[in-house]
């Protein structure tokens, strides 16, 4: 039930939402480097359930505990392995749910993979939960990246049918991303934030839910990363992007907009840089990715996310040991907008995947 992505450094994930704990075992890291742990716990908080009317209820601290792999705060290049407690279960409300499945759940999917077995209090081992253990690994590598000037910032591009302001795909304003992070709604106008908030505001009021796209930029990463064809640099990071409870959909640089573009108007028309020795694309409709491989632009990634499935209206379904059809009500406390708390989560991902790449480029870290 564990899952593990990365060839260099490698993540394999454990443990359930309703579990005594989750964390995960990360191989492949670097030796020496110190990790700034009140950073990383700040990290962790843009993620961290029960912060605002606009989220989940369910509070937890989502403090780390490591095990190996951390000495004296400086990484000793030793897997490192760490837990997170569970301490705030309502396991009581999903009682039901072993027979009902939830619409638009992997209730049904999973006892048809492992059985009537399989633990599914809050969404077990495929709960949004199992995203804390993500932003632990990749807050560690976002670090590491930094440590080479390499920046990775996101916002949410849009919610429901209300979008963000355009970012400049050749000179993406990080700062202003960064600082749109630390908000409840991760947008950069401040506007269009206060009405994404009335909005998810008034599907939590319906009992409904909304869904929303992802918008990551990564500034500094070196050209000439990847590889051509199934081991691309979107390869990888579409694949562990998929590892995102909630994800249907990833596009990079101007993605399904491409389609009705003409050649013209989507060509990266190559030139050179103000320093005379850098090559540059004028545009950056690939997003900083040719045949697989990094071209030295910002990449962007786009990530789109379903609404929330679990809503408290009244819904159809069917009893597994009845085989009849009925309807459900679910309990419990959700996200009318997992969007939202979805910023930092690709933002983890992202810095573990290119950190990936990174390291067999790398003698040393420092």
């Known amino acids: 039930m564990s899952s593990q992505f990365g060839k260099t450094l490698t993540l394999s994930t454990f443990g359930a939402s309703h579990g ?51 000495v004296d705060g400086k990484l000793s290049g030793s897997p490192l392995a760490f837990y997170i407690e569970n301490t705030n ?16 759940h992997a209730d049904y999917t999973a ?16 709960s949004g939960r199992l995203t804390a253990p993500l932003c632990v690994a990749g807050g560690i590598a976002l670090q590491l990246l930094a440590m080479k000037g390499i920046q990775v910032a996101a916002h949410c591009y849009s919610i429901g049918p209300i979008k963000d302001m355009i970012i400049d795909a050749v000179h993406p304003d990080m700062e202003a991303l960064i600082k749109a992070g630390q908000e409840t709604v991760p947008m950069v106008d401040v506007t269009v934030r206060e009405d994404a908030a009335q909005y998810i505001d008034t599907m939590r009021k319906e009992q409904n ?22 081991d691309g640099v979107e390869n990888r990071l579409a694949s562990a992007f998929f590892g995102v409870p909630g994800l249907k959909g990833i596009a990079f640089g101007s993605g399904f907009e491409a389609s009705a573009h003409t050649g013209a108007e989507e060509n990266d028309a190559f030139t050179m840089a103000a320093d005379g020795q850098t090559i540059v694309t004028k545009t950056n409709h690939c997003g900083g990715i040719q045949g697989g491989i990094t071209n030295g632009m910002p990449l962007i990634i786009k ?9 408290a209206q009244e819904q159809d379904s069917v009893s597994l040991s009845k085989k009849e059809n009925t309807k459900l009500i679910i309990k419990g406390r959700h996200d009318p907008c997992i969007t939202l708390r979805a910023v930092p989560v690709f933002e983890a991902v992202t810095a ?15």
Not at 352 to 361: I, R
């Open 303 to 311: 990530a789109a996310m379903k609404p929330t499935p679990s809503i």
């Open 111 to 126: 006892q048809l993979r492992y059985g009537e077995g399989v633990d599914m209090r809050g969404g077990g081992h495929f």
């Open 89 to 104: 279960q309502h396991s009581k409300d999903y009682g039901n749910l072993r027979d009902i499945p939830r619409p638009s």
């Open 352 to 366: 573990l995947v290119l950190l990936d790449f990174l390291l067999p480029e790398m003698k040393e870290w420092s």
């Open 20 to 70: 005594m704990a989750i964390g995960a075992v990360i191989d492949g890291l670097p030796c020496g480097p110190a990790i700034d742990i009140e950073s990383l716990q700040a990290f962790l908080k843009r993620r961290a359930p029960g912060q605002n009317r606009l989220t989940t209820q369910r509070k937890e601290g989502d403090v780390p505990h490591f095990l190996s792999g951390l």
């Open 209 to 230: 839910s909304t869904g929303g796209v992802v918008e990551v930029f990564v500034t500094g990463y070196p050209a000439g990363i990847g590889n051509p064809n199934f």
